[in-house]
T-cell receptor, first 113, second 117 residues
């Protein structure tokens, strides 16, 4: 079974500071990895995804993530936090032929002005 | 273009009642998924439909839960004899083609917030 671990349910970051959200996965087959963002009372919006091509993936809103197989990680970063980045972020994993996403518990990001 | 839509956005019901939740996927998407988001369990897979194939129901938590997809488009998730632990946000997603070796993006609807009193 595939799984994802996201540590730290709540993450506080100062406006303009680096945003770093950690995601570690477990998968016995090559994974496909995703980061989704959820704003209050809304569904999940895709930020970026890794599909076995480039290991450094750039997404929307200035976010990027790097796939590191040796560390089984797919951490999400943004160089400079903006107030509009306040939301919940989910890492998810799936694989070839799989028909479901396995999500982490999520990180609630608070941006401090 | 139109995204995934779900109705109702909120549903309050009494314990023991049946509820139906509706999902309209993105036009042309053959794969449809239901997930449940709750405080205690996070985001959990419930069921998956792909074209005319038999659905994957392995994520349904009990036989009180069922879903159907009519005409390969609209889907309804039915919960019978609702319990308080069924209170959650039920999310629907669709994708163009699943299981092709490509990481097909799942596009999510806004969800239905179910509260069982």
């Amino acid at each position: 079974a595939q799984s994802v671990t996201q540590l730290g349910s709540h993450v506080s970051v100062s406006e303009g500071a680096l945003v770093l959200l950690r995601c570690n996965y477990s998968s016995s087959v090559p994974p496909y990895l995703f980061w989704y963002v959820q704003y209050p009372n809304q569904g999940l919006q895709l930020l970026l995804k890794y599909t076995s091509a480039a290991t450094l993936v750039k997404g929307i809103n200035g976010f990027e993530a790097e796939f590191k197989k040796s560390e089984t990680s797919f951490h999400l970063t943004k160089p400079s936090a903006h107030m509009s980045d306040a939301a919940e972020y989910f890492c998810a994993v799936t694989s070839y032929g799989n028909n479901r996403l396995a999500f982490g518990k999520g990180n609630q990001v608070v941006v401090i002005p | 273009g139109a995204g995934v839509s779900q109705s109702p956005s909120n549903k309050v019901t009494e314990k023991g009642k049946d509820v139906e939740l509706r999902c309209d996927p993105i036009s042309g998407h053959t794969a449809l998924y239901w997930y449940r988001q709750s405080l205690g369990q996070g985001l959990e897979f419930l069921i998956y439909f792909q074209g005319n194939s038999a659905p994957d129901k392995s994520g349904l938590p009990s036989d009180r839960f069922s879903a159907e997809r009519t005409g390969g488009s609209v889907s309804t998730l039915t919960i019978q004899r609702t319990q308080q632990e069924d209170s959650a946000v039920y999310l629907c997603a669709s994708s163009s083609v699943a299981g092709t070796g490509k990481a097909d993006t799942q596009y999510f609807g806004p969800g239905t917030r179910l509260t069982v009193l």
